[in-house]
DNA sequence: CGAATCCTTGAACACCTTCAACAGGGGTGG
DNA sequence: CCACCCCTGTTGAAGGTGTTCAAGGATTCG
C-alpha cells in the first residue's frame, strides 16, 4: 500500500522552470530564458514527500537546496537538550536548506507538513553554473540576504512582543506570503499543528489555542480547526506592531 | 577638539590584507595572494568611529559592507512603534551590513559601541570582483550562509531559554568568539550597555542585572561593572544549554 | 562639582506557563 | 458501521518567572 515508487509518478512529469508558476520567487534570475534553461537542466524533480517524511535530518550531508513546488514543511533545529525548535515554515516558492552551504551537513531538518513536491538543486552544480553566470551568483546572494533579513524580522518578534502580538504577526505573514503566490490573503490552512505553531513563536501549546479562541471572540478572525478565516486584517496587523505591556521604553539611546 | 580629518591620522595608514591579523576571520578566500592583493585593493579604510558614531542608519543607501578591524559594534533594527531592538554585536573579524544585500537600504543600523575601525569594501565593487574569481563567490555564500545559521541559533535561544540560559549563552559565545581572535576568553571587557544587552536577549535591563550579581554570588563570573571575568566557563555552558522549567517537551514529533 | 546616564536593588504585579482534565476528530479493527 | 483508541486541540486553575514601577547608588563628563 506505501511502495516508493509505483504509486505516485505523476511527479516525474518534467516542469520546466520557465514554465513553473512559482519561477519567479525562488530563483528568478535575469529574465533570460537561456539562464533558465541551464538552471532547468541541473533540477532534479522528486516524488512528492508524505505528511511527516523529511527531505533531510539534522546531520545528513549537504548536498542539495531544495525549492518548495507545492505543499508546505517545516525545518528545525535541536536544543542541546533534545526538544526540536521550530525554526520556520515554508510555502511553495521558497527555498530550503540556504543554513548549510556553509558547512558539510545540515543543521536543521526539514520535515514535510502536507504531501509536499520540492525541486532539488544540487548545490555543487548550482555554483558550477554561477561561477559562468554572473547574474545568477548575484541572484544567490540577494537570496541568502533576504534570509537573513527575514530571520531578523523573526528576532524582534521574539525579542519584544507579547503573545498576541506573535499570532498575530504569525497570521498576518502568512497571509501575505499566501497572497504573493497567488492564494487568498483572507482564507487559508493552518498545515503545521497548533504545537508547531507555538514551538515557533516560543509559546506554549495552551497559548497558541487560548489566543485562537480570544481572537474569534474578538472577531478578528474565524477558526475552525485548520481553517483560518482572517475577518480584519487591518486589526490583526495592528496588533501585530504595537500595543501590549510589552512596548516600553528599552535602550532608547537616541541619536 | 573634534574635527574630522585632523586628529586621527593614523587609520589610514594602508594595511594590507594580507599583513591583516584578520584576515583569515572576514573574507578568507582560496591562499591566494594575488586574490588578496586584488582584494585588498577594492577596501577603503575609514578613520574610525568614535563610540556612539553611526557607520549607516536605517534607511541608508546601501553601498558597501564592513569588516570590524578593531573595537566593537551593534547593529539595530526599530520596531513598527519606534523601539530599538538589537540585532547583534560584532567584534574584530566580522562582517556588517550583509542584511542590506538583498535591498536598495539598509533595514539596520550600526553603531559603535567604543572606538572602532573598520574596513569598508564597496559592494558593487566586490561584486565585479567575484564575477571573476570563483572562490571569492563561493566564500561570500559561505559567509551568508554562516550569518543565517548563526542567526537561527539566536532564534533557539529567544524561542525556547530562561533568562539564566540566555545570559549564560551570551557570555560563552562572546568568549568564544574573543578566544577566537586571540584575546583571552575567560576575561574581557563588555563594550555594550546593559541596556544593549537586555534588549538583545529579550530580558528588561533590570533582570540582566539581576542575573549578573546571581551569577556572581554563585561563583560563575566575577563582574566588576564592564569588566568581566569568567571563572566556571563549563557550569556556564551547561547553564546555556540545559536546566530551567522551559527544558520541557515541545513540538516532539517523533521520527 | 553637578548633571546626566548607567547600573543596581526592592516590592508588587502581570503574563504566560505548567499541570490536569476533557472534548473532538481520524484512523483502525472488529 | 460502530466502538475504540490515540492524538490533537481545548479549557480551567494555580503557580512561577520576568516585568514593571520606584528609588537609590555609581560613574562619567561637561
Redesign the interface.
Known sequence: MSTDKNVINISNIRIACKDCSLFQLCLPIGVGEADLELLDRIIKHRRPFRR?EHLFRIGDPFQAIYAVRAGSLKT??M???G?????GFHLPGELVG??????ECH??AA?ALETTSVCEIPFDRL?EL??HM?TL??Q??????????Q??N???L???KSADERLAAFLVSLSARFKRRGFSSREFYLSM?R??I?????L??ETVSRLFTRFQEEGLVTVQRKHILLRDIDELSLRA??SGPM???????GV
Chains 1, 2 share one sequence.
Open positions: 511527516g528545525y533545529a536544543t542541546e537538550d526538544h526540536e525548535q521550530v525554526i540556504l543554513d548549510a552551504i556553509n558547512g543543521p536543521c520535515k555554483e554561477a561561477d554572473p551568483q548575484r544567490l546572494l540577494r537570496i541568502l540576504s533576504k534570509e537573513i533579513l530571520d531578523h523573526l528576532l524582534m521574539l525579542g519584544k499543528s504545537n508547531d507555538g514551538n515557533y513563536l516560543g506554549a501549546v506592531g504595537v512596548a516600553s521604553s528599552k535602550s532608547v539611546n
